[in-house]
């Protein structure tokens, strides 16, 4: 589904990604791990679009598109969704009606029919009550005055309205307590899919006690250091990342 | 120096101009060299306003006409009222006054609209609006002036203790406008809250000019004025907040911000405490910018394409004062008002 290759970019002119490989087939879990300042966040908003993270060499595909020459908005009605470390605040606009202008320019992208309002709140009460999230919070606007834990669950409840196809999870598990994480974790492994990939950063081995991943990459100075199965994880959180901080 | 005494007597050289200090960046004298002849009465029906069929009654001052001078809300009484001042002719001039007392206890939503139905004329309204002891006022004003229109408008508000009053200004400016709000503030527990909003585009001016002097202890006065300008549009912003010798224990907190979407639009800002006060809370924020970059993107990332996410944050941004509007039905009116001259605007 993914496939980057070489991927460099620089953020400020400085270079971050140092020719990145990586290849994320449908189906599978992928976890990215790596020391502070390794390129993790860049990563994710390198794939999203986002202004001043420039690509100077390298591709990265989806199912054969180039994504790097894409718009972050066609992106996105392609399928690829980003969970953020830091959501952001919206004032003045309810999490419901920033959700249904989302899924609606998608949809429109697409060719889609647009969700009308009886068929829209079904989804949200549905995706809301998975989540353990009290609808009246819909209501109110995005993220704003919400804690670390809330503002997660809603990008999970984004993502299970979204219905992306290549899910980035960027640090999901920071500022959530143990009672969190699961109903996170429960939120996104309800959407793992044959048809669905999942690329998920973090620093920690904590997340993956509860998203299982098929495959554990080490992102250290810019590359992919090694990679292995689920039990890299474990000795990563055993050994620390001083052995590829060192080999970079 | 006003332009009421102006469009009255006809006298150009009594109209405020830059050199009154109050008046620099909405310039009249330089402005109007001559003015237009009085105005012809309107014989034809009106059509609905921005506020539509909201609300229990409505008073019409069509061409400075006004057909009731002065409206009483008696004790008890609970009354929802359109006051609609509108403009039918082009090259024209007319002024009107009216008051409004609200009796111990009354309770008046005014939904106050200033229509423009023709282009080049020049207009000056003037209300003196007083609220006695546990009075409840709120005042929406709707402004949608013709593009060549000259309006002044003016509220003097005297407040009694524990009164409340409650305004919230919307505008899409004029060739020029001032919306200005005087306030006496009696202190005693009474609390206002002075809202603005502002949506210029094209060479539009609007200036949302307010007064607050607070005269004794325990005051309490919020405002918070967003604008948005585009084009070669000029915004203008002049809050001041006198706390009096003696006026104890005011709070009072002033917020002013713009987004400025274009290289050659422009906002005027001048946020003012003046304080003579002891042990009293006063704060005023003022910030002039763009759209937030990262909420554009985050907007984006969920699939908004660039247009769409910009006026999605635009209406939020201004959104945060339409959500300060206690009266429901006028709250959602002034919503879909500001949701209108965005779309225009986009």
């Known amino acids: 589904m993914l496939r980057i290759q070489n991927l460099h970019a620089d953020v400020g002119g400085k270079e971050i990604l140092k020719g990145l490989d990586l290849v994320l087939p449908a189906g599978e879990v992928h976890a990215i791990m790596g020391p502070n300042g390794a390129g993790k966040s860049t990563l994710s908003y390198v794939l999203t679009g986002r202004d001043g993270y420039e690509v100077t060499a390298g591709s990265a595909s989806l199912d054969g598109e180039d994504l790097l020459a894409l718009a972050p908005d066609e992106r996105s009605a392609r399928g690829v969704f980003l969970s953020f470390q830091y959501p952001l605040e919206i004032p003045g606009v309810p999490a419901l009606t920033f959700i249904r202008t989302a899924l609606n320019a998608q949809r429109r992208a697409r060719g889609e029919p647009e969700a009308n309002a009886p068929e829209f709140l079904k989804l949200a009460r549905a995706a809301a009550a998975a989540l353990k999230i009290d609808f009246d919070m819909l209501k109110r606007a995005l993220n704003v005055g919400f804690s670390g834990g809330e503002k997660k669950r809603m990008e999970i409840l984004q993502m299970a309205m979204l219905k992306p196809r290549l899910l980035l999870l960027d640090e999901t598990d920071s500022g959530l307590d143990i009672d969190a994480l699961k109903i996170v974790a429960d939120g996104v492994n309800a959407l793992r899919s044959p048809d669905r990939a999942m690329l998920v950063i973090t620093h920690y081995q904590r997340l993956l006690d509860y998203i299982k991943p098929d495959r554990v990459h080490v992102l250290a100075d810019g590359r992919i250091a090694a990679s292995g199965g689920p039990e890299l994880a474990l000795e990563l959180e055993r050994e620390g990342y001083d052995k590829y901080a060192r080999a970079a | ?346």
Request: aromatic letters at 4%.
């Open chain 2, 1 to 346: 120096m006003t332009l009421a005494a102006a469009i009255r007597s006809g006298d150009v050289t009594l109209l405020p101009g830059k050199r009154d200090e109050d008046w620099r960046w909405t310039d009249l004298r330089g402005l109007l060299r001559t003015l237009p002849a009085p105005s012809e009465a309107e014989a034809a029906p009106l059509d609905p306003g921005p506020f539509g069929d909201l609300g229990d009654e409505e008073i019409a001052v069509v061409n400075g006409r006004v057909d009731v001078a002065s409206l009483t809300i008696a004790a008890g009484q609970r009354r929802t009222v359109r006051l609609r001042f509108v403009s039918t002719c082009s090259d024209c001039r007319h002024e009107a006054r009216l008051s409004i007392n609200v009796h111990a206890g009354a309770e008046l939503t005014l939904l106050e609209s200033h229509e423009g139905q023709a282009h080049g004329y020049v207009t000056a309204a003037s209300l003196d609006l007083r609220v006695e002891d546990h009075g409840k006022v709120e005042r929406i004003v709707i402004a949608e002036d013709g593009d060549g229109a000259v309006n002044v408008a003016c509220a003097a508000v005297v407040l009694a203790p524990g009164a409340r009053y409650a305004q919230t200004t919307l505008t899409d400016g004029a060739k020029r406008q001032r919306l200005e709000t005087r306030l006496d503030h009696p202190g005693g527990g009474a609390q206002v809250r002075l809202d603005g909003i502002y949506i210029l585009a094209g060479q539009r001016h609007a200036d949302l000019t307010t007064v607050v002097e607070h005269e004794c202890p325990d005051g309490t006065t919020t405002q918070l004025t967003k604008g948005v300008v585009d084009g070669q549009a000029r915004g203008v912003f002049q809050g001041r907040i006198v706390v009096a010798e003696g006026a104890d224990r005011t709070d009072a907190r002033m917020g002013h911000h713009a987004l400025i979407l274009s290289e050659r639009a422009e906002v005027d800002a001048k946020p003012e405490l003046e304080i003579y006060a002891d042990d009293v809370a006063c704060a005023h924020g003022n910030t002039v910018g763009a759209l937030d970059l990262e909420a554009l993107f985050y907007a984006r990332q969920r699939g908004m394409p660039e247009p769409i996410a910009r006026a999605l944050l635009t209406e939020a941004f201004l959104g945060e004062v339409v959500d300060r509007i206690g009266h429901e039905d006028a709250r959602e009116a002034a919503r879909a008002w500001v949701a209108r001259r965005l779309e225009a605007r986009a």
